[in-house]
């Protein structure tokens, strides 16, 4: 298996602009997860899914952060409008069953000017 | 609900030195736990894991774990260091079920390795 994939690796944008992250997770794991990491505040779990469905976005920081899974192959983090604040690198993780191991894709480094 | 706690928020040894990385964790039942490595710029990467089959777990690149309940402790070990395992490493608990956070990460410790 290929692993999880993440597009973009890097993506630099201005501020107000809309950014969307895409992430293909590992075939038949049944769970997909949105991390954020920071300096400051370390490894965050903004979302996660379960077969497809949002099972808690309680970490998802504000309004502007939205994420989708319309089939078990893909899914997006977008963020609309962005900041500077929203600078870090995002990573995509899946895995088979809860509270599983999670296999973490490359991420993608955002910067936002 | 489940927690764990890295004692050292950096780490540093000479090349050739046992690596020690300390790691307590907090949890109403018997949980998974697990280690992850993080090179520089790069993805999270399982380094081991343990589920109840032994106490003493060994993982990728010569590093190994033990569970001890007793002391709540899950500490990471390797017996000599080498330059490729600088990096960061997290120490992680399961979720029991879905009113729990599916995987809790420590704050990580920074492991530097002196020539």
């Known amino acids: 298996d290929a692993g999880v994939i993440q597009s973009p690796r890097h993506e630099v944008t201005e501020m107000g602009q809309e950014v969307t992250l895409r992430c293909k997770p590992i075939?038949?794991?049944?769970?997909l997860f949105w991390y954020r990491q920071t300096m400051m505040r370390g490894l965050e779990l903004l979302i996660y899914?379960?077969?497809?469905?949002?099972?808690?976005d309680s970490g998802m920081p504000e309004d502007r952060f939205s994420a989708k899974m319309p089939n078990a192959s893909f899914s997006t983090l977008k963020i609309q409008p962005s900041e500077p604040r929203d600078s870090a690198v995002y990573f995509c993780a899946s895995s088979s069953g809860f509270g599983n191991t999670q296999y973490f894709g490359p991420g993608t480094r955002l910067t936002v000017l | 609900a489940q927690s764990v706690t890295q004692l050292d928020s950096h780490v540093s040894v000479s090349e050739g030195t046992p690596v020690l990385l300390r790691c307590n964790y907090s949890?109403?039942?018997?949980?998974?736990l697990f280690w992850y490595v993080q090179h520089p710029n790069k993805g999270l990467q399982l380094l081991l894991k343990y589920t109840s089959a032994a106490t003493l777990v060994k993982g990728i690149n010569g590093f190994e774990a033990e569970f001890k309940k007793s002391e709540t402790s899950f500490h990471l070990t390797k017996p000599s260091a080498h330059m490729s395992d600088a990096a960061e490493y997290f120490c992680v608990v399961s979720g029991r079920n879905s009113g729990n956070t599916p995987l809790v990460f420590g704050k990580g410790t920074r492991l530097s390795v002196i020539a």
């Open positions: 949890s109403s039942y018997s949980p998974s």
């Open positions: 075939s038949g794991h049944d769970y």
């Open positions: 899914f379960n077969n497809n469905v949002p099972i808690d």
